[in-house]
Nanobody, 126 residues
Framework: QVQLVESGGGLVQTGGSLRLSCAAS??????????MGWFRQAPDKEREFVAAISNSGPTTNYGDSVKGRCTISRDNAKDTIYLQMNNLKPEDTAVYYCAAARIDTPSPLAPLYAYWGQGTQVTVSR
């Protein structure tokens, strides 16, 4: 079983920045062949695609609501992906989940991701 652990969430003011991290267990997860992604879910809302990144290239894909304000990256040597979020807005408040999919192309479709972290809370205040 692949284990993913998010960190870096917290409380920030509008316009602030956060960098989320997601670490994968090394002995149970071959990081390289997986597409890694970030999703978020606000209270009473559906889970929303944020960003994803392939293992080579790398190729990236961003959700419309965050495009231009976030950057996804990965460090295969550390089995870790990151989400740098800038110019945060109250609408970004949500639990952020990292996920892994055994696919080649970054996808916004949550059902393709078989492995999920526990989530990290991001709260953006006025």
């Amino acid at each position: 079983q692949v284990q993913l652990v998010e960190s870096g969430g917290g409380l920030v003011q509008t316009g602030g920045s956060l960098r989320l991290s997601c670490a994968a267990s090394r002995r149970t997860f071959d990081f390289k062949p997986y597409v890694m992604g970030w999703f978020r879910q606000a209270p009473d809302k559906e889970r929303e695609f944020v960003a994803a990144i392939s293992n080579s290239g790398p190729t990236t894909n961003y959700g419309d609501s965050v495009k231009g304000r976030c950057t996804i990256s990965r460090d295969n040597a550390k089995d870790t992906i990151y989400l740098q979020m800038n110019n945060l807005k109250p609408e970004d408040t949500a639990v952020y989940y990292c996920a892994a999919a055994r696919i080649d192309t970054p996808s916004p479709l949550a059902p393709l991701y078989a492995y999920w972290g526990q989530g990290t809370q991001v709260t953006v205040s006025r």
